[in-house]
């Protein structure tokens, strides 16, 4: 399974941003809706960091603490896309953002922890200005 993520940019204090996943392969399970999805960030000389989450079902969230009530974590089932959504951006919201898929048998599941992901994105940068 491959992930595409897209929509990051520049962006001032306070913009909205809307960032998106897609899944593609051969495997035949390539579809967002067969994996838990989550949000990932890295910002230079940092760890990477968990952003959001989301269950199989679509009916489960996860988020840190410094991202919520900003950001929004989706599906979209028509375009096949997991969308993480934000608004009133932060310079310390400046990093590299990295969309991941969990194999798992449960459609409730979330996961906040990096290591629980099988497939990565390759990561599109975002970068907000004071």
């Known amino acids: 399974v491959q992930l595409q993520a897209s929509g990051g940019g520049l962006a001032q204090s306070g913009d909205s941003l809307k960032l998106s996943c897609a899944a593609s392969?051969?495997?035949?399970?390539?579809?967002?809706?067969?994996?838990?999805m989550g949000w990932f960030r890295q910002a230079p000389g940092k760890e990477r960091e968990f952003v959001a989450g989301l269950s199989r079902s679509g009916s489960r969230t996860s988020y840190a603490d410094s991202v919520k009530d900003r950001f929004t974590i989706s599906r979209d089932n028509t375009k096949d896309v997991v969308v993480l959504q934000s608004i009133s951006l932060k310079p310390e919201d400046t990093a590299v953002y990295y969309c991941?898929?969990?194999?798992?048998?449960?459609?409730?599941?979330?996961?906040?922890?990096?290591?629980?992901?099988?497939?990565w994105g390759q990561g599109t940068q975002v970068t907000v200005s004071s």
């Open positions: 991941a898929a969990a194999s798992t048998a449960s459609t409730i599941s979330v996961y906040t922890s990096s290591a629980r992901y099988n497939y």
């Open positions: 392969g051969l495997h035949r399970v390539s579809s967002v809706s067969s994996y838990a």
